[in-house]
């Protein structure tokens, strides 16, 4: 087990690994305030390389503390953001699901009979039907919870969605019959119900991400997500980077919001982008494609 370290203690082995502290004052602060663990996940792109490809503690020549920490701020920005656009994206989807389906059943969602039959049959729906009730026994004293259950026995489905988390509720959306996943993603200009369901799997990671305070700039998106064909500038990007995932969530805005500004948000803060002196890290690390700033998606 590692030794408890002091925050100068912690100062001094950055020090000793080549790391530039050349404000000492804000370098405390950021140790203080964030922690040695959450940033050191910041400057691991700055370590050096050894030559059998392992990652040396030692740090690129020209690393300052100060270039973590912006990049840390930087992705802080980032998640709220995300979270931004996941909300409006997240709350839509909910009314869509409710007002559709519940239209065949009040508690369309509790009726496995309703459902795609391929999800009951392999246990699926008994899984998610297991986890919605421990949603359910969670947010049991929400005044509108206690309402439902006493008046009606059961949550209608436009209230059961307010307490699934976006994970789940992805998971309710690829159990819904196709007719109706087909309704909904083309009312968001995606070609079918199969595309939603990946995106709205990608949006579920990269939301819990940002919920939970972790890392984004740079994550591995292991929910990845396709696109279709006509999507030409989005499907230039990797599946497995943010970028792509950023620039989803500004076409479902498109639909959903036409007025809204985010993406010129969006588009500022990558610009800022807190460029090291040492090129350690560039837009690049979180898949941006050079000439992002002239597509479509971007300029309107």
């Known amino acids: ?165 976006f994970g789940a509720l992805s998971h309710l959306f690829e159990m819904l019959p196709m007719d109706i996943q087909t309704k909904i993603a083309g009312k968001y200009g995606i070609s079918n119900g199969k595309f939603l369901i990946q995106w709205m799997r990608s949006f579920s990671q990269v939301r819990n991400a940002a919920a939970h305070h972790e890392r984004l700039w740079n994550s591995h998106i292991k929910d990845h997500a396709s696109v279709p064909a006509q999507l030409l500038e989005i499907s230039q990007t990797d599946q497995y980077q943010i970028f792509r995932y950023f620039c989803l969530m500004r076409f479902f805005l498109k639909q959903l919001c036409p007025q809204s500004k985010w993406h010129l948000r969006l588009r500022e803060h990558l610009q800022n982008f807190p460029l090291p002196a040492n090129g350690a890290v560039t837009l690049k690390d979180m898949g941006v494609i050079a000439g992002w700033e002239d597509w479509n998606l971007w300029r309107e």
């Not at 502290?21 to 203080?32: D, N, Q, W, Y």
């Not at 909910?94 to 309703?114: I, S, T």
């Open 1 to 165: 087990m590692k030794d408890w370290k002091s925050i100068d203690d912690q100062l001094a082995l950055l020090r000793s690994r080549g790391m530039a502290i050349s404000e000492p004052v804000r370098a405390k602060k950021a140790l203080e305030r964030f922690g040695y663990y959450r940033l050191s996940g910041y400057w691991y792109p700055f370590k050096q390389v050894n030559d059998d490809e392992t990652i040396s503690d030692q740090f690129i020549a020209d690393t300052h503390m100060s270039e973590a920490v912006d990049l840390y701020v930087f992705d802080k920005k980032l998640r709220l953001q995300a979270l931004d656009a996941l909300e409006r994206i997240e709350i839509a989807l909910q009314v869509d699901m409710a007002y559709l389906f519940g239209r065949r059943d009040p508690c369309a969602h509790l009726k496995p009979d309703l459902l795609q039959q391929k999800f009951v049959k392999n246990g699926r729906y008994a899984r998610w039907e297991e986890r919605y009730r421990d949603f359910e026994k969670r947010s049991g004293k929400s005044a509108f919870v206690k309402h439902n259950k006493q008046a009606y026995g059961e949550l209608p489905i436009w209230v059961a969605v307010q307490i699934l988390d």
